[in-house]
């Protein structure tokens, strides 16, 4: 069974920073594109970071550019998500994606709390 699992959220100031780890186990970690998204309450789930299988290309959503950094350790089958100058906008619970099209697979972590307050 395929599993992805978040750490590394919790309570931070405004101006702190975090850094999101994700955990991929029993899939080709390395075939797949990973991506964090976030849903914060009230509002739906968007993405803000995505990273192609060989992490020779980036995404970002607006919003965070400049401030957040998504990189991946293949031999880790892990994902990071380095969160800088975060604001209380930024509160949310972030998920883990995993998405390899040519097989059409797509999986999620559960997800891992951040909230920006002082």
């Known amino acids: 069974q395929v599993q992805l699992v978040e750490s590394g959220g919790g309570l931070v100031q405004p101006g702190g920073s975090l850094r999101l780890s994700c955990v991929g186990s029993n899939l080709s970690f390395s075939l797949y594109d990973m991506s964090w998204y976030r849903q914060a309450p009230g509002k739906e789930r968007e993405s803000i970071a995505r990273i192609s299988s060989t992490g020779g290309i980036t995404n970002y959503f607006d919003s965070v550019k400049g401030r957040f950094t998504i990189t991946r350790a293949n031999a880790k089958h892990t994902v990071y998500l380095q969160m800088n100058s975060l604001n209380p906008e930024d509160t949310a619970v972030y998920y883990c994606?995993?998405?390899?099209?040519?097989?059409?697979?797509?999986?999620w972590g559960k997800g891992t709390q951040v909230t920006v307050s002082s």
């Open positions: 994606n995993a998405h390899w099209a040519v097989a059409n697979l797509n999986f």
